[in-house]
């Protein structure tokens, strides 16, 4: 039921992302709120994540996926989230999926639990993981290309989806 899911945020990622590209202009007005836990001490400051904004965590993102190109969707007024899609030639093996964790690791990124894989008949290789960096995060998986979007995205048969997410400032 899980791979169903993950299909079908593919499918609405791949249709909303296909004609986006990247905001520079609001991507670099978005960030996350301020934490009101956060401790104003010396050693909390010292060990806290540096703080980015969009353009910045599109851009550690955009790196940890090269060669391949994902396309983001233009953040709207008011949102929170961020999706995109970046097409594969092939799915991607556990290993190339690991390498773009390990890239966004060296990036200040930490992940937030396990790494899910799944290699079957049914739905081939499908890897999916979030990521955290102070009140960012991310969202990463890979999978094959939908039947769906196979045509439009041709050659391509794998993706690699992402949704950027932060704490809403007051929407």
């Given amino acids: 039921m899980r791979r169903l899911g993950l299909s079908a945020v593919m499918i609405s990622i791949l249709a909303v992302t296909g004609c986006g590209g990247s905001q520079d202009g609001d991507a670099a007005a978005a960030k ?3 934490s009101k836990a956060a401790s104003a001490s010396p050693a909390t400051q010292k ?5 980015r904004n969009l353009q910045q965590v599109e851009r550690d993102l955009r ?3 090269a060669p391949h190109k994902p396309q983001m969707q ?5 949102s929170c989230i961020v999706h995109g899609v970046a097409p594969t030639r092939r799915v991607l093996s556990k290993a190339e999926f690991e ?6 690791q060296k990036r200040g990124w930490s992940p937030l639990g396990p790494l899910r894989y799944s290699d079957d ?5 499908m890897s999916y993981l979030r990521l955290q960096s102070g009140e960012w995060e991310i969202s ?3 999978a094959p290309m ?3 979007m196979r045509e439009a995205y041709a050659p391509n048969e794998g993706s690699i989806i992402a949704a950027i997410s932060w704490k809403c400032t007051g929407a």
Avoid: M
């Fill in 99 to 104: 390498a773009i964790v390990g890239r966004l």
């Fill in 140 to 142: 990463l998986g890979s």
């Fill in 121 to 125: 008949e049914t739905y081939g290789k």
């Fill in 32 to 34: 996350p709120a301020k």
């Fill in 146 to 148: 939908p039947s769906e």
């Fill in 74 to 78: 233009p953040l709207q007024s008011g």
């Fill in 63 to 65: 790196f940890a996926v």
């Fill in 47 to 51: 060990s806290k994540a540096p703080e």
